[in-house]
């Protein structure tokens, strides 16, 4: 399992370093799998919750589901969103000892009103998070997020290109799993069980 973060985490690299090491790229076609040691994913943070106020990472206790995406994202968000809660609803009992949490990448839209109106269309107890530039970009890099601004000649809004893994995280802030926009919820609630054990 650890070999599989080792990997994704790989896959992410690649994916935030264009012209960096391909061969981190193809996860799926059996290429000798990269040993990624020392990599870290995730770390401490200070953001803003959807109700205005400042957290941290140690403000929820237990495990997450942590997903990084913006509001007006017209599809990858909303599925991976719907996938997460899914997940957790086939957790049952266990499923809310996990606590999913969605950061904006696209901090200057999504500000705490417009992400409490967001997060309640998807699960009761997802935490929406966002904060200054500043707060965003560090969190984005311990999480080895990418995410880039999109102008489009056609709107005059922007859209955000951004990578779209679900973490795992334990209770002390270690990433235990990282799931992809292919893996199902079935699939994600199983692995989870494993991984958190019961
Ligand atoms: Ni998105």
Same mark, same amino acid.
């Given at each position: 399992m650890l070999a599989a973060i080792a990997l994704a985490v790989g896959a992410m690299i690649g994916f935030i370093q264009? @012209? @960096? $090491? /391909? $061969?981190?790229? =193809? =996860?799926? /076609? @059996?290429?000798a799998p990269a040993a990624m040691p020392g990599v870290q994913v995730g770390g401490p943070y200070t953001l803003i919750n959807q109700d205005g106020n400042e957290v941290t990472d140690k403000s929820y206790s237990g495990y997450k589901l942590v997903y990084f995406g913006f509001t007006m994202c017209p599809m990858i968000c909303p599925t991976g969103l719907q996938k997460i809660a899914k997940t957790l609803d086939l957790m049952g009992r266990q499923g809310e000892n996990i606590t999913p949490i969605l950061i904006s990448v696209d901090p200057e839209r999504d500000t705490p009103p417009v992400m409490k109106e967001y997060v309640k269309q998807f699960h009761p107890r997802l935490v929406g998070l966002t904060g200054s530039k500043e707060q965003i970009e560090s969190v984005e890099k311990s999480y080895r997020v990418f995410a880039n601004k999109v102008e489009d000649e056609s709107s005059t809004e922007y859209s955000m290109d951004h990578s779209s893994f679900t973490y795992l995280m334990s209770p002390d802030g270690q990433l235990l799993g990282l799931y992809r926009d292919s893996d199902t919820a079935e699939f994600m609630a199983d692995d989870i069980r494993k991984k958190i054990g019961g």
């Open positions: 264009p @012209g @960096g $090491n /391909k $061969n981190a790229m =193809v =996860v799926d /076609k @059996g290429s």
